[in-house]
């Protein structure tokens, strides 16, 4: 069973830095693309990039990009996304995908809401 | 990249069907059999339900069907159920080797 199982809450303040992860099981972690996706409070998903943990290859959408790292370590079967300096704007659930290739995500992990506040 | 565009809401009776667009352009949807759609109840992880353009997952029922023509996909579901209320996104891959979901849409089972 493919399961993506991320880490739990987390609660910042503002100039903070912040690191989730998103463990994958049940597949091969290095053969799928990974990605995280955004949801602010009462808001839509937004895609915000991708990684393919066998080399590490690494895109990301232009509103995202330079604002979050997104990696992976394959040994740990394990991604990660992570800011160096965290914004009240970055309060969200965050939803890291496993991505089936170019048709896009199809398993989706339990989500890691991240509230940003002074 | 903008997001598809999709209604903010459609509504239906039980046992009714119902239809949600979503339209983006020839750099996504209209370019690439890649769209999908989600399902997302309140407080939950969003469900695959379709994928590329019209195939369901093992498990999703097949009153859910999905179509595209031109720019434009779009999700049906038949024999409304109070279960499918519900957040629907759709998504697409673009010529940037991104993706890219729609702004969502409410539907309330009447």
């Known amino acids: 069973e493919v399961q993506l199982v991320q880490s739990g809450a987390e609660v910042k303040k503002p100039g903070e830095s912040l690191k989730i992860s998103c463990k994958g099981s049940?597949?091969?972690?290095?053969?799928?693309?990974i990605g995280w996706v955004r949801q602010m409070p009462g808001k839509g998903l937004e895609w915000m990039g991708i990684?393919?943990?066998?080399?590490?290859?690494?895109r990301y959408s232009p509103s995202f990009q330079g604002q979050v790292t997104i990696s992976a370590d394959k040994s740990i079967s394990t991604a990660y996304l992570q800011w160096s300096s965290l914004k009240a704007s970055d309060t969200a659930m965050y939803y890291c995908?496993?991505?089936?290739?170019?048709?896009?995500?199809?398993?989706w992990g339990q989500g890691t809401l991240v509230t940003v506040s002074s | 990249q903008s997001a598809l565009t999709q209604p903010a809401s459609v509504s239906g009776s039980p046992g009714q069907s119902i239809t949600i667009s979503c339209t983006g352009t020839?750099?996504?949807?209209?370019?690439?059999?890649?769209v999908s759609w989600y399902q997302q109840h309140p407080g939950k992880a969003p469900k695959l339900m379709i994928y590329?353009?019209?195939n369901r997952p093992s498990g999703v029922s097949n009153r859910f069907s999905g179509s595209k023509s031109g720019n434009t996909a779009s999700l049906t579901i038949s024999g409304l159920q109070a279960e499918d209320e519900a957040d629907y996104y759709c998504s697409s891959y673009t010529s940037s080797s991104t993706w890219v979901f729609g702004g969502g849409t409410k539907l309330t089972v009447l």
């Open positions: 590329e353009v019209s």
């Open positions: 049940g597949y091969s972690f290095t053969s799928y693309w």
């Open positions: 990684i393919y943990p066998g080399d590490s290859d690494t």
């Open positions: 995908a496993r991505h089936a290739g170019t048709p896009g995500p199809d398993y």
């Open positions: 020839s750099s996504d949807v209209g370019g690439y059999n890649y």
